[in-house]
């Protein structure tokens, strides 16, 4: 009888929990019974008066801006009240017929890929695959509609100026752009409004954010290119959404696993648990980030396509999100646009400075204070070694300060400098335009790169584009993606376009490791072959290596051929058209999965959606 009643209760449950999210979803893509007659009241009035909608913004949102020939219009920018668009008003007659109903496969029938990028309006990589993304969008359909979720103060047009000087992306068709304006929870996801529990609360914030969006404008393809997975969960849930994800790095990791007392719930690990503030402290945060990390495997399981910025990510990725992942959804790699093309086809080889250059944000990541602790030894060895200072290569800072926090780590690498005495030998150039800093690419010999773990590496790409040799922590993306010149396979530190180096301060640098090899090499994993070892200089022997004890390594002719090839590699692999062309193979196997979505839908809310 007990099972009975249990099982009773379930169905009901299940039938009611069915029913509040078919409700939730009505509410948000289903206008009021009266929408067409109210809509043609105000598109016949006189003058222009706002649309009543209540709280259905989205629902009419969504009709006006499929049915108009300027959807730019219906931004929520000045206030979230509807106007109707003049030109929209003129053609009523169009404007009217354009609201029918059209069947999934009606080749007509326009789509809404909504971008999910609350920072639109900023300059970094995260932006260039942002506005790279949506101009492919376009390209890719006339019925194409891309809506813009930001929480920017910028105006549309002024989003849209920015992000076509700063990325070079031309021909933006901004009729076709919608911006949708989130206010309300603009702020719960930033780190800083979080100073515990981070992640959970941006995870918390990103979903109250994404319910924020679709109460103004719900899409019928959902993009992520912010790396905000709790918008996923409304998304899917209620909507049914096809989910883009394009992954920059993964919100939690196994190797953050790695800094815990505790890292895994097993009885070898918590037989050295002591009832300590400390202990429960580590045993908690175990818990959290375990709790974290399944929650992020499971929010990998609703996404339809995944692609990743490169092969560091893409293992990730692969890792957390390929066991829970749907028998349909694709992992994939899709290189950030680095505009390679242009920065090759631009160039000019001329006279070239003996000269390191360093491109990077004055964060603490980026271990400024690594890089300068080398130089000086490798400053001090070449003194011992009776070399002149006209040919000993200068080490050059090129970056901005976005933050406080950037500006602070600027001042302490400069007082590094003033300690260690070198001022002489090191420059930095603050908050330069990109033509600065293309003019710097093209003068400098070398480049230099010293993140563990750098994701991608835009700043890399950028050196082999425009004839830099690059000397790269061997690691991540810089390692696995883009200096990836042919090599002797035992001397894996030199190849053809590049050198790398590694550091006893990285995480995955092990004593045990360390037997036998050359003084200042040091022997870890590689990451290419967890199986396999490799050994690599540290960056004082690097530099000792290639302007001491075997100068013929740093000699004008091989620099001359290493960038001629280091120009040829990256050319195509990080073009944007190469960008684009995969870009816009992903947008029509999401407009597959729409189409099918649409046409297994049996409730009534097809008839209006």
Same mark, same amino acid.
């Given at each position: =009888?007990?099972?009975?009643?249990?099982?009773?209760?379930?169905?009901?449950?299940?039938?009611?929990?069915?029913?509040? *999210?078919r409700?939730?979803?009505?509410?948000?893509?289903?206008?009021?019974?009266?929408?067409?007659?109210?809509?043609?009241?105000?598109?016949?009035?006189?003058?222009?008066?706002y649309?009543?909608?209540?709280?259905?913004?989205?629902?009419?949102?969504?009709?006006?801006?499929?049915? #108009?020939?300027k959807?730019?219009?219906?931004?929520?920018?000045?206030?979230?009240? !509807?106007?109707?668009?003049?030109?929209?008003?003129?053609?009523?007659?169009?404007?009217?017929?354009?609201?029918?109903?059209?069947?999934?496969?009606?080749?007509?029938?326009?789509?809404?890929?909504? *971008?999910?990028? %609350?920072?639109?309006?900023?300059?970094?990589g /995260?932006e260039?695959?942002?506005?790279?993304?949506?101009?492919?969008?376009?390209?890719a359909?006339?019925?194409?509609?891309?809506?813009?979720?930001?929480?920017?103060?910028?105006?549309?047009?002024?989003?849209?100026?920015?992000?076509?000087?700063?990325?070079?992306?031309?021909?933006?068709?901004?009729k076709?752009?919608?911006?949708?304006?989130?206010?309300?929870?603009?702020a719960?996801?930033?780190?800083?409004?979080?100073?515990n529990?981070?992640?959970?609360?941006?995870?918390?914030g990103?979903?109250?954010?994404?319910?924020?969006?679709?109460?103004?404008?719900?899409?019928?393809?959902?993009?992520?290119?912010? /790396? @905000?997975?709790?918008?996923?969960?409304?998304?899917?849930?209620?909507?049914?959404?096809?989910?883009?994800?394009?992954?920059?790095?993964?919100?939690?990791?196994?190797e =953050?696993?790695?800094?815990?007392?505790f890292?895994?719930?097993? +009885?070898?690990?918590?037989?050295?648990?002591k009832?300590?503030?400390?202990?429960?402290?580590?045993?908690?945060? !175990?818990v959290?980030w375990?709790?974290?990390y399944?929650?992020?495997?499971?929010?990998?399981? +609703?996404v339809?396509?995944?692609?990743?910025?490169?092969?560091?990510?893409?293992?990730?990725?692969?890792?957390?999100?390929?066991d829970?992942?749907?028998?349909? #959804?694709?992992i994939?790699i899709?290189?950030?646009?680095?505009?390679?093309?242009?920065?090759?086809?631009?160039?000019?080889? /001329?006279?070239?400075?003996?000269?390191?250059?360093?491109?990077?944000?004055?964060?603490?990541?980026?271990?400024?204070?690594?890089?300068?602790?080398?130089?000086?030894? *490798?400053?001090?060895?070449?003194?011992?070694?009776?070399?002149?200072?006209?040919?000993? %290569?200068? !080490?050059?800072?090129?970056?901005?300060?976005?933050? %406080?926090?950037?500006?602070?780590?600027?001042?302490?690498?400069?007082?590094?400098?003033?300690?260690?005495?070198?001022?002489?030998?090191?420059?930095?150039?603050?908050?330069c335009s990109?033509?600065?800093?293309?003019?710097?690419?093209?003068?400098?010999?070398?480049?230099?790169?010293?993140?563990?773990?750098e994701?991608?590496?835009?700043?890399?790409?950028?050196? @082999?584009?425009? /004839?830099?040799?690059?000397?790269?922590?061997?690691?991540?993306?810089?390692?696995?993606?883009?200096?990836?010149?042919?090599?002797?396979?035992?001397?894996?530190?030199?190849?053809?376009?590049?050198?790398?180096?590694?550091?006893?301060?990285? %995480?995955?640098?092990?004593?045990?490791?360390?037997?036998?090899?050359?003084?200042?090499? @040091?022997?870890?994993?590689?990451?290419?072959?967890?199986k #396999?070892?490799?050994?690599m200089?540290d960056?004082?022997?690097?530099?000792?290596?290639?302007?001491?004890t075997?100068r013929e390594?740093?000699?004008?002719? +091989?620099?001359?051929?290493?960038?001629?090839k280091?120009?040829?590699?990256?050319?195509?692999?990080?073009?944007?058209?190469?960008?684009?062309?995969k870009?816009?193979?992903?947008?029509?196997?999401?407009?597959?999965?729409?189409?099918?979505?649409?046409?297994?839908?049996k409730s009534?809310?097809?008839?209006?959606?």
């Amino acid at each position: =009888m007990n099972t009975i009643l249990l099982l009773q209760i379930a169905i009901i449950g299940a039938f009611l929990i069915n029913l509040a *999210f078919r409700a939730v979803q009505r509410f948000f893509i289903i206008p009021s019974h009266d929408w067409r007659e109210k809509i043609e009241k105000v598109v016949n009035y006189p003058s222009a008066i706002y649309l009543k909608v209540g709280k259905k913004r989205s629902s009419y949102r969504r009709r006006l801006v499929l049915a #108009s020939k300027k959807p730019s219009f219906y931004t929520n920018y000045v206030n979230n009240k !509807l106007k109707i668009d003049d030109g929209d008003r003129e053609s009523k007659t169009e404007f009217l017929e354009s609201m029918k109903h059209r069947q999934p496969q009606d080749k007509q029938r326009k789509l809404l890929y909504g *971008f999910f990028h %609350p920072y639109a309006s900023n300059g970094g990589g /995260g932006e260039r695959v942002l506005w790279l993304a949506v101009k492919a969008t376009l390209a890719a359909s006339d019925e194409n509609l891309c809506v813009m979720y930001v929480t920017s103060d910028l105006e549309p047009l002024q989003i849209l100026r920015k992000a076509e000087e700063k990325f070079q992306v031309e021909g933006l068709d901004h009729k076709r752009i919608i911006f949708i304006y989130l206010r309300k929870y603009s702020a719960w996801i930033d780190s800083n409004f979080w100073p515990n529990v981070t992640l959970l609360g941006q995870l918390i914030g990103s979903f109250m954010l994404s319910m924020e969006a679709l109460y103004e404008l719900t899409p019928d393809i959902w993009i992520d290119t912010m /790396g @905000l997975p709790g918008s996923y969960l409304a998304v899917s849930w209620i909507l049914n959404l096809p989910i883009l994800s394009y992954v920059h790095y993964p919100i939690i990791q196994d190797e =953050m696993f790695s800094k815990l007392k505790f890292q895994k719930f097993s +009885l070898v690990q918590f037989a050295k648990f002591k009832f300590t503030v400390s202990d429960v402290r580590q045993t908690l945060k !175990l818990v959290y980030w375990s709790i974290l990390y399944h929650f992020y495997a499971y929010l990998g399981s +609703l996404v339809n396509i995944a692609l990743t910025n490169g092969s560091w990510t893409y293992n990730h990725i692969t890792n957390i999100w390929g066991d829970s992942a749907r028998n349909d #959804s694709r992992i994939e790699i899709l290189y950030p646009p680095c505009g390679t093309e242009y920065l090759v086809e631009s160039h000019s080889e /001329g006279s070239r400075k003996n000269t390191i250059l360093y491109i990077a944000q004055f964060r603490a990541e980026k271990r400024h204070d690594l890089v300068l602790s080398h130089y000086y030894k *490798f400053l001090e060895k070449s003194k011992r070694a009776n070399l002149t200072i006209e040919t000993l %290569p200068r !080490l050059s800072f090129l970056g901005s300060c976005r933050t %406080p926090d950037d500006t602070a780590v600027l001042n302490s690498i400069k007082e590094k400098v003033k300690e260690l005495d070198i001022e002489a030998y090191v420059d930095f150039i603050i908050d330069c335009s990109y033509d600065e800093v293309l003019a710097n690419l093209s003068t400098s010999k070398f480049g230099l790169n010293a993140m563990w773990n750098e994701h991608f590496g835009i700043g890399v790409v950028e050196y @082999l584009g425009r /004839g830099v040799i690059p000397l790269c922590h061997a690691s991540a993306g810089p390692y696995l993606d883009i200096v990836t010149g042919g090599n002797d396979g035992k001397n894996k530190w030199l190849n053809e376009v590049g050198y790398f180096f590694k550091d006893k301060s990285d %995480p995955d640098y092990h004593e045990s490791l360390q037997t036998g090899q050359p003084e200042g090499f @040091l022997v870890f994993e590689d990451p290419q072959d967890r199986k #396999s070892l490799i050994e690599m200089p540290d960056l004082e022997t690097l530099l000792s290596t290639l302007f001491i004890t075997r100068r013929e390594l740093s000699a004008d002719a +091989l620099l001359a051929d290493m960038r001629s090839k280091g120009m040829a590699l990256v050319e195509s692999k990080f073009s944007n058209d190469a960008f684009v062309r995969k870009w816009v193979s992903s947008c029509n196997i999401l407009k597959t999965i729409e189409i099918t979505n649409r046409e297994n839908r049996k409730s009534d809310t097809e008839k209006f959606f």
